[in-house]
């Protein structure tokens, strides 16, 4: 079964608003074996709402929308649905005495813009609305379904749980997915799909998507099949297949972001990492302090912004900086020797760069950066160009610092 979802309002057409609700919606209707096809954002403008419904209603087996339920002129949602499917709006007389009742039940009397609320569409199933004022609807047509939906999550899910997912469950059938979620680093996404295609393309049953974020590759692998352990057993042995051709490359196999996973090595490991920065900021400790239990492994953070506190915090040599530079593979080397002496750690872990947009050179342009790593079996650096601006630079060094680490404990 095919699905298409159109997120209603102007608010969500700006640019510091985002649509959450299709992605929490496909998360549910990819559960029960039903691929979501479209997703379209409309603003608050009829014509444009009308000819959307219409179109969707025309090609897809299920139609969701959300939002525009509200009582005020701009929530048009109601008229649209309904003119689109050709139907009359019926008046309500019993969802406008609870609409009245809710209101005298917070001690005020309901205004007379709320009747718009008990406006529904004809033949329509109403869905109750325990969490707000808007009810939301249901309508059958010619074996397809059109499903009204309030805008805020704290209603729309509540009533998508309890009244449409269990219609649409048995509509899909017995049909079961299980998903695998990897996540690759120091590879780029072409370089993973020509390894990871000839794996997951011979499974007609498994969905695989490849995508890049801001610092790593993700792969996810959605199996389907008649049984719940049917479809588990195939996305585990994707997700098998797919970590043994990539090798080390593959940090996470269950959707694990990086700091949990350096966290779960250093812990089992019984062993602790302090970490010296510079172009980061501290970024890498706050990402380490992020996990729940931290403080078992991580025990010390330096931001050495300066040469000055390189120098002061870390006892790195002023030779070092002014023979070789701040960004030097020397200047992170003794970085990552003092941060470890400092805090009598077993690892030490240093980052200095230029994060720009200024401060860039022809022989260390905006992007160089040095990692630096101390350790039990000595120390050593790597150099890196990452491109992005000021904020992607920052963070890819610290995912590529989180990794280093995560590389050198791996061995």
């Not at 379904?145 to 269990?166: S, T």
């Not at 993700?218 to 797919?242: G, T």
């Not at 729940?292 to 120098?311: H, M």
């Not at 990692?371 to 920052?394: A, E, F, M």
């Amino acid at each position: 079964m095919k699905a298409e979802i159109i997120a209603i309002g102007s608010e969500l057409l700006t640019p510091t608003k985002t649509d959450t609700n299709s992605l929490w919606l496909t998360e549910k209707l990819n559960d029960i074996g039903i691929e979501v096809m479209l997703k379209t954002i409309v603003g608050d403008d009829r014509e444009r709402l009308e000819e959307t419904v219409a179109d969707a209603m025309r090609r897809s087996d299920i139609v969701i929308t959300t939002g525009g339920l509200g009582p005020t002129e701009d929530d048009i949602t109601r008229e649209c649905t309904a003119k689109a499917l050709g139907r009359k709006l019926i008046y309500h007389d019993d969802i406008e005495q609870h609409l009245r009742e809710r209101f005298r039940a917070w001690g005020r009397e309901m205004p007379e813009i709320n009747k718009r609320q008990a406006y529904v569409i004809e033949g329509a199933e109403v869905l109750p609305n325990p969490h707000g004022s808007a009810v939301g609807m249901l309508a059958e047509i010619e074996g397809k379904l059109l499903i009204v939906l309030p805008g805020p999550p704290r209603e729309n899910q509540p009533m998508f749980n309890e009244h449409v997912l269990p219609r649409l469950r048995e509509m899909a059938g017995e049909t079961y997915v299980r998903r695998r979620l990897l996540r690759v680093s120091g590879l780029g996404e072409s370089a993973v799909d020509e390894i990871a295609a000839p794996i997951y393309t011979a499974y007609p049953t498994v969905q695989t998507s490849i995508l890049f974020n801001r610092s790593e590759v993700e792969i996810h692998v959605a199996a389907h099949a008649d049984s719940e352990n049917d479809a588990q057993m195939i996305a585990d042995e994707v997700a098998e297949k797919l970590v043994a051709a990539l090798g080390k490359a593959v940090f996470a196999t269950n959707g694990e972001t990086m700091e949990e996973i350096v966290g779960t090595l250093l812990k089992t490991r019984g062993e602790t990492v302090a970490v010296a920065e510079s172009c980061t900021g501290g970024l890498i400790g706050y990402r380490l302090t992020e996990v729940p239990g931290s403080s078992a492994y991580f025990l010390d953070g330096a931001v050495t912004y300066s040469n000055e506190s390189k120098i002061r915090d870390l006892g790195v040599e002023a030779s070092i900086i002014e023979e070789n530079g701040a960004v030097s593979s020397e200047c992170a080397e003794a970085m990552a020797e003092g941060v470890r002496k400092r805090s009598n750690v077993v690892h030490g872990i240093s980052v200095t760069g230029i994060a720009g947009p200024d401060g860039g050179t022809d022989e260390k342009p905006v992007g160089t950066v040095f990692i630096g790593y101390s350790g039990p079996d000595g120390t050593k650096s790597v150099k890196l160009t990452l491109p992005g601006d000021r904020y992607l630079i920052r963070w890819r060094t610290s995912q590529a610092a989180l990794d280093y680490l995560r590389r050198q404990l791996l061995k």
